[in-house]
């Protein structure tokens, strides 16, 4: 019939019966092309198959009371594990609902969307501004495409912005500050680092344009070259990181080299800031030099608003 082992050693059944437990039993069914891969319903397999074994049993039996005490057990890890299930699911309803909840808050007008959609796609070159209105490619049109690209596919999105990144790195080393500030918004926040001729904080586009133009005047051979690009966020609040390099060769025929990143946030298509993290002790040093070889507007007093 039973056979046990000496003190806490195997326990098994005879043949007839064709089951074997080992003590510290862990149970488990063994996995197989039909074994479920939820393991909620893998434990409750596992209860009813133990709960035939214990209708096999002869009560009152050490083997009986261990099955009984197994299938105890399990059936509290069950509970447990659907405890947990529930509030996982019950915290994923709140997310979906809290979520909708934002969305709906922040739902445009018609005309805000009308004006932020044509922002965004002539800033990504997509449209050109002359064509804004016409045609089917209304602004209101071309937001919704936008939309309908962001929330559900932020990749696409972030895509779009790294390009927008890049080309605004293109303008500066161009000089075509018009282009750029086309993107900026009105009331745009601009900082540089450093007490000296290029630093400060500006906090409108036009002041920004007179930062620009100096920066092009003193320094008219920087080159900046981008080196990785991180973008975070939906259009409605965006973050872009930038880390670049910058070179020139100065007046004496000495290197100017430079690296830093920028943070830059976006709001529909616009850029509304702009912070710009570099090694301010090599700026100074640089227009130092410059205005020691005659670029008086080096040592200038910083463009400020």
């Not at 994923?92 to 934002?102: K, L, N, P, S, T």
């Not at 070259?225 to 609040?237: A, E, S």
Request: proline residues 5%; contains cysteine; hydrophobic residues 35%.
């Amino acid at each position: 019939m039973l056979s046990f082992g000496v003190g806490a050693g195997p326990l098994h059944l005879n043949e007839t019966c064709g089951h074997r437990f080992d003590k510290p039993r862990e149970g488990s069914l063994p996995m197989s092309d039909d074994t479920p891969s939820d393991p909620i319903e893998r434990l409750r397999r596992e209860i009813d198959r133990d709960a035939r074994i214990l209708g096999s049993l002869t009560s009152d039996t050490e083997a009986h009371r261990r099955m009984a005490a197994s299938i105890e057990q399990r059936t509290n890890e069950l509970m447990d594990k659907i405890d947990a299930k529930n509030e996982s699911d019950r915290r994923f309803q709140d997310g979906v609902r809290a979520d909708q909840a934002r969305r709906a808050a922040r739902k445009l007008t018609p005309d805000q969307e009308t004006r932020a959609g044509g922002a965004l796609f002539v800033a990504i070159g997509c449209m050109p501004h002359h064509q804004v209105g016409t045609g089917s490619m209304t602004p209101a049109r071309v937001f919704d495409i936008a939309k309908q690209l962001s929330p559900e596919d932020p990749p696409m999105y972030h895509a779009i912005v790294k390009r927008i990144a890049t080309k605004n790195f293109e303008y500066v080393n161009d000089k075509n500050y018009d282009a750029l500030l086309k993107g900026c918004a009105p009331n745009i926040h601009h900082r540089f680092g450093g007490d000296h001729a290029l630093g400060g904080q500006r906090h409108d586009k036009e002041t920004l344009r007179r930062w620009f133009e100096r920066l092009g005047r003193v320094m008219p051979g920087l080159r900046l070259t981008i080196g990785d690009v991180w973008v975070k966020g939906l259009p409605h609040h965006t973050t872009i990181i930038i880390r670049w390099t910058a070179a020139q060769t100065l007046l004496d025929g000495s290197h100017y080299k430079n690296h830093g990143v920028h943070v830059i946030r976006m709001r529909w298509g616009k850029v509304v800031s702009i912070d710009a993290n570099e090694d301010s002790q090599v700026v100074a040093e640089a227009l130092t030099l410059l205005a020691a070889h005659g670029v008086a507007e080096a040592i200038a007093e910083p463009i400020v608003s």
